[in-house]
């Protein structure tokens, strides 16, 4: 495999946090988080709720979230309105994506395939662990003052399956986004 077909692909990977989740503007969200943020935060979950399934692998999982929007590097994030009217061929951009990478990419292809088809243990945790990032997100913007994305936690928490993700999604609206840091600030 050449390196600059590596490369190319880094960079292309690049342009995943210069696309926003579209989604949001629909709700007057000026800027909203870009793919990447996405990505990272829905990997970090996953590893989590691998881990609260019990799954063995929860390296697997986070991995099959780190290249689980990359399609959306080459067609943008296309929200469900817009889903209507247009008819995006990801699963033809990520295989493209992925055909300059040898092995490498057959594999990238097939983590990709398990969220999409939910074909496997790891893919329903990560497809679990997507929604429940958009449903923090959701959560974050009500409380932000945007409350139509109320719709957008509610149909996360409809889709989400396995039993560690209900469990959480029912305790989410019950503590403020920043409840992190109470408590965290030095008092001299």
Do not use: C
Request: glycine content about 6%.
């Amino acid at each position: 495999m050449q390196s600059q077909e590596i490369l190319k692909f880094f960079f292309e990977m690049g342009q995943l946090s210069r696309v926003k989740r579209e989604g949001w503007r629909l709700l007057g969200i000026e800027h909203p988080e870009s793919i990447a943020d996405h990505t990272l935060r829905a990997a970090q979950i996953g590893w989590v709720l691998a881990k609260l399934e019990g799954y063995e692998n929860p390296h697997e999982v986070a991995a099959i979230l780190m290249f689980h929007d990359i399609g959306e590097a080459r067609i943008g994030d296309i929200h469900k309105m817009a889903n209507r009217y247009i008819n995006a061929d990801e699963t033809r951009a990520v295989e493209e994506q992925t055909s300059r990478l040898g092995d490498m990419g057959a594999q990238v292809l097939g983590l990709w395939h398990q969220i999409e088809e939910r074909s496997s243990t790891a893919g329903i945790i990560a497809k679990d662990a997507d929604l429940l990032e958009l449903a923090v997100r959701a959560r974050e913007y009500i409380a932000q003052g945007f409350s139509d994305a109320e719709e957008w936690f509610q149909a996360a928490a409809q889709r989400i399956q396995t039993k560690s993700a209900k469990a959480l999604m029912a305790e989410l609206p019950n503590i403020s986004p920043t409840a992190w840091w109470h408590g965290l600030k030095k008092i001299d």
